[in-house]
């Protein structure tokens, strides 16, 4: 069956950098388009960022714009979000998902001093 598996979420302080990685098995990955989503306490899952399945095009949501790189590498089947310049604000859990609704379990990140 289809699994995500994320890693890579910590404890930062502000103005550091995170690398999630999100490795998936049980389907065919390159032919998929891929995201990043994030969901803080009390809010809803947001749209972090978006890839082709060949890694030609993506996608970032404003607020991390020029921060944050999503890549993959499809002979790993793995996704990956680097995230530089670290807010407060970035602090989340962080999914990868899979179309049309798979999800990983997530990964913490949170930016604080």
């Known amino acids: 069956q289809v699994q995500l598996v994320e890693s890579g979420g910590g404890l930062v302080q502000p103005g550091g950098s995170l690398r999630l990685s999100c490795t998936a098995s049980?389907?065919?990955?390159?032919?998929?388009?891929m995201g990043w989503y994030r969901q803080a306490p009390g809010k809803e899952r947001e749209l972090v960022a978006i890839?082709?399945?060949?890694?030609?095009?993506?996608n970032y949501a404003d607020s991390v714009k020029g921060r944050f790189t999503i890549s993959r590498d499809n002979a790993k089947n793995t996704v990956y979000l680097q995230m530089n310049s670290l807010k407060p604000e970035d602090t989340a859990v962080y999914y990868c998902?899979?179309?049309?609704?798979?999800w990983g379990q997530g990964t913490q990140v949170t930016v604080s001093s």
């Open positions: 998902k899979l179309p049309p609704n798979y």
């Open positions: 049980g389907i065919i990955f390159s032919i998929y388009n």
């Open positions: 890839i082709t399945s060949v890694g030609s095009n993506t």
